[in-house]
């Protein structure tokens, strides 16, 4: 290891010296033991639990990138059912605007 | 990436990279060690050169567990090994990049004793620095440095790796890597000489 004294300036080659002088890391066993701990732990976790995780995460980012746009699709069918669609579809836009808890029960959904 | 890589002496014994991956893929996790315990010198040598020896430990257990959770995307086109190191370099981007974010002081190389030590004497010349490791001035001054620019100067410009090498490793484009380098090498360079007024080249 080279004191800074050791070097007349500050030149790049005292820079790559000093930078090579840096003591060297010894992983020890327990450092090892840990780190297979550690692995283990993690395959434990693996296989259809992260399979599941993995299609719920891709599913909850599929939901959230389109959700703007769903949104307003939805909006434009209810205004369409609403002002534009005949009969049924208009009485059920209307529910749905003016009663939209009342939508929750079943016989609206079976007489509509 | 080869001739540096090289250099770090990688231990060959036991059975085959591809036949202890293949293992580990089929669920015998324990096939890791064999990973581990082959590559552990090269992954503490590129840690300890680019983290603070108090963290190097963690960072090479972050790099083995991020290799061992990304084994599957491993592609034997190139040698484990530099699968491995450019995994090992980023743990210590990510590193640097967490510390700098949470404003922490970027020179944990040095105690805090010594960093006031040497804070103190930056400035007053070149005797006064004497009592420092060379080492130890050059990671105070890379703490001026940004977690990118610090990467970047210390792979290309304190390791030798090309341009294009470190690229790679850091997953940036070339042009990235040479600006930053050329940047960081200015500005340690002024750091160094604000710091020994008597020094510079």
């Not at chain 2, 002496?9 to 324990?30: F, T, W």
């Not at chain 2, 790099?63 to 491995?84: C, H």
């Not at chain 2, 850091?170 to 200015?186: E, H, M, Q, Y």
């Amino acid at each position: 290891m080279k004191a800074a004294k050791a070097r007349p300036g500050f030149t790049d080659q005292w820079l790559v010296e000093a930078h090579q002088g840096r003591p060297e890391l010894e992983l020890s066993p327990q450092w090892q033991r840990d780190l297979m701990r550690e692995v283990m732990r993690r395959q434990a976790g693996t296989g259809f639990k992260s399979a599941v995780n993995g299609y719920t995460a891709a599913f909850t980012g599929l939901l959230f990138r389109f959700a703007g746009a769903g949104a307003l699709v939805a909006l434009g069918l209810l205004l369409y059912a609403r002002f534009f669609a005949p009969d049924l579809d208009a009485q059920a836009a209307g529910l749905m605007i003016e009663q939209p808890v009342g939508l929750a029960f079943l016989e609206n959904w079976l007489w509509s | 990436m080869g001739a540096a890589l090289a250099e770090k002496q990688i231990p060959n014994q036991g059975p085959a990279d591809e036949e202890a991956i293949a293992r580990v893929l089929a669920g015998e996790g324990q096939a890791f060690e064999v990973l581990v315990e082959r590559y552990k010198p090269l992954v503490a040598g590129i840690v300890a050169a680019k983290v603070p020896r108090q963290e190097a430990p963690e960072v090479a257990q972050e790099a083995f567990i991020r290799a061992f959770e990304s084994l599957a995307n491993y592609r034997p086109i190139k040698p484990f090994a530099n699968w491995l190191a450019a995994i090992a370099v980023r743990a210590c981007y990510d590193f640097w990049r967490e510390r700098y974010r949470n404003r922490e002081a970027p020179l944990a190389s040095l105690s805090e004793p010594q960093r006031v030590r040497l804070e103190g004497a930056a400035g007053r010349g070149e005797a006064d620095l004497a009592r420092f490791e060379a080492w130890e001035l050059l990671d105070w001054a890379l703490g001026h440095l940004s977690a990118a620019d610090r990467l970047a100067l210390t792979l290309v410009h304190l390791e030798g790796y090309s341009v294009a090498e470190a690229a790679e490793f850091l997953g940036w484009s070339g042009a990235n890597v040479k600006v930053r380098t050329l940047r960081a090498r200015r500005k340690l360079r002024r750091i160094i000489s604000r710091a020994v007024p008597a020094g510079g080249d």
